[in-house]
């Protein structure tokens, strides 16, 4: 063998063990790459699954919020308030009323410092309440706007559109300030011995007006109730006081709720007092902690909790304060309105109808936005008003 030959042999013994080595660890590593390849298929398959889901859900949510509406900033979000068959912007400087899809059809130029927007059928009230200045609008323009003789403190308006005030008056606690529709004055009464006045509300047949007071002997709140009553023919007659309540407490009871037209609920931090007809009697048991009250036909309904950051619940009463029910809400209740029997509650991240006369929710509406307020439109359709801006959702 030449010297050439004995140096080519070793080189292609190596080449052959070289080609041994690769096949025999080929297989393995090839085994590794699939295994590798499928678990990566695995989950794409997955994260692509959910992806779909999730722009399958967004149409869904996206379908309910386009009947109609319009998207706008938070903070202008925050200015409007569903009213009839649009909303109404609230700034310091102005009020306007928008249609459903934003379009403004009349504005008018007001100057509060501090205004605060209430409905009640077919009127709503923009008063300042770090001034003197209201304004009664409907759904066609507004109706007056005047100047009150005292800083507004807290006001309620009737389905017609009279209108009650809690104002600063000299060296009283407080007077009770009532006007109609129109605006012209129909009474005022000055609390020198009751205390101050902190809220009211009308009957829903507009005959007496309930004022919640409080007073104090130095060391405990003590609650009082003052009624009115207001005529029918109010161009001969003129409100007069009616009756007076002292639930047997010592809290603060803000919070009116008619249960019918002659028997009203005033509510505190946990206790519940029904007067009218010469009696005042208190719920039993007490509530741990309540939020709100709210009047619906034939009764009342109290949202409560058994104390701070724990659950919300709802029990409804009827006109004769028998307990109907509960049901459970949740932890944050962002929204209510109520019409006829019927309640829409926008909780935490639903929007639940709820049949306040049976105490059952009757329709869940899962929603993607937080909620700001949220109003009945129509027979079917409910306002949502967003961070984001104003969704219509057939409910």
Known sequence: ???????????????????????????????????????????????IRNHVEAKNGAKEQLRLSAIAGFD????????????????LKVTNKRVAYLSISGNEIFS?????????????????????????????????????????????????????????????????FGCV?????????????????????ISLAFSPDES???????????????????QFSIPSDRTSARPTENAFYSPLVTDIMPLVAYLSNDRVAV?????????????????????PCVTSIHSFDGGY???????????????????????IGEISLGNDVLGTDVSGSSALIAVDEKIILVDLAKAKVTSTINVDEPVLRVS????????VVTNAGVREITI
């Open 1 to 47: 063998m030449s010297e050439k030959a004995k140096r080519k042999e070793p080189i292609q013994k190596k080449q052959q063990n070289r080609v041994k080595f690769t096949h025999k660890y080929a297989t393995p590593i090839l085994v590794v790459l699939c295994i590798i390849l499928a678990a990566v298929s695995i989950v794409l398959v997955y994260m």
């Open 72 to 87: 706008c900033e938070y903070t202008e979000a925050q200015q409007l308030y569903p009213f009839q068959n649009g909303l």
């Open 108 to 172: 008018v130029d007001l100057d509060m410092s501090s205004p605060v927007c209430i409905k009640n059928g077919p009127y709503a009230m923009v008063a300042d309440t770090e001034g003197f200045q209201c304004a009664l609008f409907s759904e066609e323009g507004m109706v007056y706007s005047t100047h009150m003789p005292g800083k507004i403190g807290n006001f309620a308006i009737s389905p017609s559109g009279l209108a009650a005030m809690i104002l600063e008056d000299g060296d009283s």
């Open 177 to 197: 300030y009532i006007m109609e529709k129109d605006s012209t004055f129909l009474a005022k009464w000055s609390s020198f011995e009751s205390g101050y006045p």
């Open 208 to 226: 007496t007006l309930s004022v919640s007071l409080v007073d104090t002997d130095g060391s405990q709140m003590i609650p009082h109730v003052k």
């Open 267 to 287: 509510a505190g931090i946990s206790d519940v007092a029904i007067v009218g007809n010469g009696k005042c009697d208190l719920v039993t048991p007490a509530f």
């Open 301 to 323: 309904a109290v949202v409560y909790s058994d104390g701070i950051d724990q659950p919300l619940r709802l029990a409804s009463y009827n006109g004769n304060g028998g307990k």
């Open 376 to 383: 009945f439109f129509g027979t079917k359709n409910i306002c």
